[in-house]
């Protein structure tokens, strides 16, 4: 007997279907007989198969879908348009955070959202948005990610005064540091070109909590620097215990020395050439300088005054409602014989640097009856709306091509 290929076994079927249900128990038995003897199948599968409705095939032999019957399998808990795109609005707005920073950090956004009226969506929307895992989030966002871009990275020119004033502390050594202890670094808005003047942001960044301050200077000259690294400190919701840099000569010098001296503060300094020794500003300059500013060229005190008006929104937005993931382990698994091996990284529960200074103990009750204050005055929504509004006039100042005679 020639063996019949499934599409031809599905047309066998669905011709004696309809007359197997309507015959009698003889007549079902002969029809038995002929499809069981054609379509090579047994008399209990052949028998499953003719009881059933008969059913529609396409062109590839799928069966079509009827109208009125749903698939089999779980059904779609996020279809609904509008989950969609309140979730796409709130990613958007968290500055496209993944799907493991979105679930730690939205439920605080919608309630903020919600506590001043900027959440133009059902209750239900936003209820199924929160219930949503971190890979549900990540699924229904893959179409939208595609359509995100991210440019390219620039570098800071060190210079070198005065180091061996300074003691070295490596990048390793942050690992037992208590909040107040910050990295700080200079991103410079050249452009193409390093003559000339040209406007520096002065950022700075808490080791353990994350709390990131920027600032713009209107150069490198150590007189900025300082006053940048002075209305940074008084800002400072905690204690500035100590501050690390790279061997720039705008951080080495009499004048920062002379500062942290009478501040009581700890200054301390990298390696040469080892931007390892300052990895958590450098991660810093990108996400909250380089991802939003851009990489234009800025001259002037006019640029320095909207950079700093926008970086006074960016950083209440960044340090209340945008989680990060901070390392706790890194180790190398290697293999017997040979050099190398696989790296696995392990990181704690994201949380916003206000989550993360509010559980530490080395901030003061009322440092942290201040910072909770501070936050329910902050309205994401009108944040967003600033900076949104500030990066335009940002944009129309930037001299991409700009290079000073």
């Known amino acids: 007997?020639?063996?019949?290929?499934?599409?031809?076994?599905?047309?066998?079927?669905?011709?004696?279907?309809?007359?197997?249900?309507?015959?009698?128990?003889?007549?079902?038995?002969?029809?038995l007989d002929h499809v069981c003897a054609t379509a090579g199948l047994s008399r209990d599968r052949a028998a499953r198969l003719l009881r059933q409705p008969p059913k529609k095939y396409d062109a590839r032999g799928r069966p079509k879908k009827e109208k009125g019957k749903e698939n089999r399998g779980r059904k779609p808990k996020y279809h609904e348009k509008v989950v969609q795109q309140l979730l796409e609005r709130l990613w958007?707005?968290?500055?496209?955070?993944?799907?493991?920073?979105?679930?730690?950090?939205?439920?605080?956004?919608?309630?903020?959202?919600?506590?001043?009226?900027?959440?133009?969506?059902?209750?239900?929307?936003?209820?199924?948005?929160?219930?949503?895992?971190?890979?549900?989030m990540d699924r229904l966002l893959t179409k939208a990610r595609k359509s995100v871009t991210i440019k390219g990275r620039s570098t800071t020119k060190p210079g070198s005064m005065r180091k061996?004033?300074?003691?070295?502390?490596?990048?390793?050594?942050?690992?037992?540091?208590?909040?107040?202890?910050?990295?700080?670094?200079?991103?410079?808005?050249?452009?193409?070109?390093?003559?000339?003047?040209?406007?520096?942001?002065?950022?700075?960044?808490d080791i353990p909590s994350g709390w990131t301050e920027p600032i713009a200077v209107l150069n490198k000259a150590r007189r900025h620097v300082h006053g940048g690294v002075k209305t940074?400190?008084?800002?400072?919701?905690?204690?500035?215990?100590?501050?690390?840099?790279?061997?720039?000569?705008?951080?080495?010098?009499?004048?920062m020395m002379a500062y942290c001296k009478a501040e009581?503060?700890?200054?301390?300094?990298?390696?040469?050439?080892?931007?390892?020794?300052?990895?958590?500003?450098?991660?810093?300059?990108?996400?909250?300088?380089?991802?939003?500013?851009?990489?234009?060229?800025?001259?002037?005190?006019?640029?320095?005054?909207?950079?700093?008006?926008?970086?006074?929104?960016?950083?209440?937005?960044?340090?209340?409602?945008?989680?990060?993931?901070?390392?706790?382990e890194k180790y190398r698994q290697t293999t017997p014989g040979l050099h190398f091996g696989r790296v696995t990284k392990r990181y704690d529960k994201p949380q916003t640097p206000y989550q993360r200074l509010l559980l530490s103990p080395d901030v003061t009750p009322e440092q942290k009856a201040a910072l909770q204050t501070h936050f329910l005055t902050q309205n994401p929504a009108a944040l967003k709306r600033d900076m949104i509004s500030l990066l335009q006039l940002i944009e129309a100042e930037a001299l991409p091509n700009a290079r000073p005679q």
């Open 232 to 255: 940074v400190q008084a800002r400072l919701p905690f204690t500035l215990r100590g501050m690390d840099s790279d061997n720039g000569g705008e951080f080495i010098n009499d004048l």
């Open 92 to 136: 958007e707005e968290m500055d496209y955070a993944c799907g493991k920073r979105l679930v730690e950090g939205l439920p605080a956004f919608v309630e903020a959202l919600q506590r001043f009226g900027e959440l133009d969506a059902p209750d239900w929307a936003a209820e199924k948005v929160l219930a949503m895992s971190a890979s549900t």
């Open 264 to 328: 009581n503060i700890l200054f301390t300094r990298g390696r040469p050439y080892n931007k390892n020794d300052n990895c958590h500003i450098e991660q810093k300059n990108f996400t909250h300088v380089r991802k939003t500013v851009g990489y234009g060229r800025f001259e002037g005190q006019r640029a320095v005054d909207l950079l700093n008006a926008y970086y006074d929104r960016y950083r209440l937005f960044a340090n209340f409602f945008l989680p990060s993931a901070k390392l706790r």
């Open 1 to 31: 007997m020639t063996k019949l290929s499934m599409k031809a076994r599905k047309e066998v079927i669905a011709k004696f279907s309809r007359e197997y249900q309507r015959v009698g128990k003889k007549g079902k038995g002969e029809i």
């Open 164 to 205: 061996a004033d300074i003691p070295i502390r490596r990048g390793t050594d942050w690992d037992d540091a208590v909040v107040g202890f910050m990295e700080m670094d200079l991103v410079a808005h050249c452009g193409e070109a390093t003559v000339g003047d040209y406007v520096n942001t002065l950022d700075m960044t």
